[in-house]
């Protein structure tokens, strides 16, 4: 049972490029949620998912884009890159009616 | 507005002693409180987590307090040890809804 895998696991981009980063779980878990973490900040809450066809704006949600076409997968979209979004991001995954999310193992983004 | 606050960046015990995170949020419509550990390059870890219907919960040597009329939450570990060295996270959620973090505290146990 491989849980949530999110790939790549490092990427360094350049100012203005476009990248997708990809997320999915194999629990059939209808909620998905993206997260970035920087010093200092804890985890903040980018965009969410609570089922296929469905996504929301969470925290900090400008300059990303998500979709939601299955249940499994959740990609999340940098369509011009900055080196504001320099973090680690991370995806996560709960079923309804549970609050314990699982997280994958992250992906380290650099922009230079 | 952070709903769900960590004020202690790091934390310092000796192994065998009383460790205790604290956290603090300001949302009374939570009904769920969540702690979460994090080692470096791995994603947090589900730890122990409180209904607000309850005041404490206990798993192993770790327990949860929950003062609500404080809005205050408090992960006690005991004893520490040198795997529990790591970021902790407060989180905070109304089942139907979104899960939101604080800010994370590190803990360094000591030999």
């Known amino acids: 049972n491989a849980g949530v895998t999110q790939t790549p696991k490092f990427q360094v981009l350049k100012t203005g490029q476009s990248m997708t980063l990809q997320c999915a779980q194999d629990?059939?878990?209808?909620?998905m949620s993206w997260y970035r973490q920087d010093p200092g900040m804890g985890l903040r809450l980018i965009h969410y998912?609570?089922?296929?066809?469905?996504?929301d704006q969470g925290e900090v949600p400008n300059g990303y884009n998500v979709s939601r076409s299955t249940t499994e997968d959740f990609p999340l979209r940098l369509l011009s890159a900055a080196p504001s979004q320099t973090s680690v991001y991370f995806c996560?995954?709960?079923?309804?009616?549970?609050?314990?999310?699982?997280f994958g193992q992250g992906t380290r983004l650099t922009v230079v | 507005d952070q709903q769900v606050k960590q004020n202690s960046p790091s934390l310092s015990v000796q192994e065998g002693r009383i460790s205790i995170l604290n956290c603090d949020y300001t949302n009374s419509m939570f009904d769920y409180f969540l702690w979460y550990k994090k080692y470096p390059a791995e994603g947090p870890t589900f730890l122990i987590s409180?209904?607000?219907?309850?005041d404490k919960n206990e798993d192993g040597r770790f327990t949860v307090f929950l003062n609500k009329s404080a809005k205050h939450l408090s992960l006690h570990i005991v004893p520490s040890q040198p795997g529990d060295s790591a970021v902790y996270f407060c989180?905070?959620?109304?089942?139907?809804?979104?899960?939101?973090f604080g800010q994370g505290t590190r803990l360094t146990i000591n030999p």
């Open positions: 629990m059939n878990h209808e909620y």
């Open positions: 998912s609570v089922g296929a066809g469905i996504t």
């Open positions: 996560a995954s709960r079923a309804r009616g549970s609050t314990e999310a699982f």
């Open positions: 989180a905070a959620s109304r089942v139907t809804q979104k899960l939101v």
């Open positions: 409180i209904s607000s219907i309850k």
